[in-house]
Structures are given as structure tokens and as C-alpha cells.
């Protein structure tokens, strides 16, 4: 049987069975070569989609502490811009009322000097002077014109006092700023 094998045909059957099987050693080291590349490159794309995902996730909690940190010094800005609002109105108010109250004295005193002038002038002598000289009031505001014009003033007034105040106001301070 071994001549039978030895012929031309069964040199080049165990020659072709060898070639083979060394064609088959080669694909299984390669297949594990190609394995092993293939889970190290698997475990690199995971890290790469772990580490991806870590840094959306940064992104979003620095967004979210930014529009809560936004949210805040938007807030204390309001806070302090109503505080500004409430002090000015509370002032002019306050002005308002004492610059009346003086108006209504000046008027009730007015009134009283008007008559309580001279009721009875002796006759060989001219009747005498009411109030003011003429010349000294002569270019003073009726007393409705003097009060309107003191309270635009006052308004006026408070109104630069205002916007000086709203204008101290610093929009992009957040809120853990001193003041």
C-alpha cells in the first residue's frame, strides 16, 4: 500500500493535504490574532462611548447649574431692582405729601394775612398795605401753579434719583456676589 501511495498521484494528494493543513494552521492563528484585535478594539469603543457619554452628561449638569445660577442672579437682580422701586416711591411719596402740607400752610397763612389786614383805615391817612408788596410777588407762580410745578420737580427729581439707582444695578453679577 505504501507504493500505491508513493506514486506521483499520492505525492502530490499528501503534498496537497499538507499544503492544506498548513493553509489551515495559518487561518486559525490569524483567526485568533484577528479576535483578540477585535475585543481590544471592542473594549476601546466602549471606553470611547462611556467617556463620551460621561462628558454629554457634564455638559448638561454644567447647563442646568448655569441656568440655576442664571435663574438666581436674575432673581436677586429683581429683588434689588424692586427694592429700588419701593425706596424711590416710598421717598417721593413722602416728599409729595410734605411739599402739600406745606402748600396748604402757605395758603392758609396767605389767607389769614389777606384778612387780617387794616379793617378800619383812619381816614385822613391812605389804607394801608395788604400782604406782600406788589413788586416783591409780583413775579412768583399762583399758588396752584407753584404746587404743580413743586411736584413735577419732586417727580422729576426722584425720576433721576431712579433711573441713577436702576442704573447701579449690575445685570451679569450672580447672585453670590457681595454687594
Known sequence: MIPRLLNIQGIAGITASVALLALLLVQKVETRHWRKQSGQFE?????????????????????????????????????????????????????????????????????????????????????????TAQAAGQDRLPATDALTATEQALQLDELIRWVRAQAGVDPNRSADDPD
Open 43 to 131: 473594549q476601546l469603543y466602549r471606553g470611547e462611548q462611556a467617556a463620551s457619554a460621561q462628558t454629554v452628561a457634564s455638559y448638561r449638569a454644567a447647563a442646568e447649574a448655569a441656568r440655576a445660577a442664571d435663574a438666581a442672579a436674575a432673581q436677586h437682580i429683581r429683588a434689588e431692582q424692586n427694592a429700588i422701586n419701593e425706596r424711590i416711591a416710598n421717598d417721593y411719596d413722602t416728599r409729595l405729601a410734605a411739599a402739600r402740607a406745606r402748600a396748604e400752610q402757605l395758603r392758609i397763612a396767605a389767607g389769614a394775612a389777606a384778612t387780617g389786614c387794616g379793617a378800619s383805615p383812619v381816614p385822613a391817612l391812605p389804607a394801608p398795605a395788604c400782604g
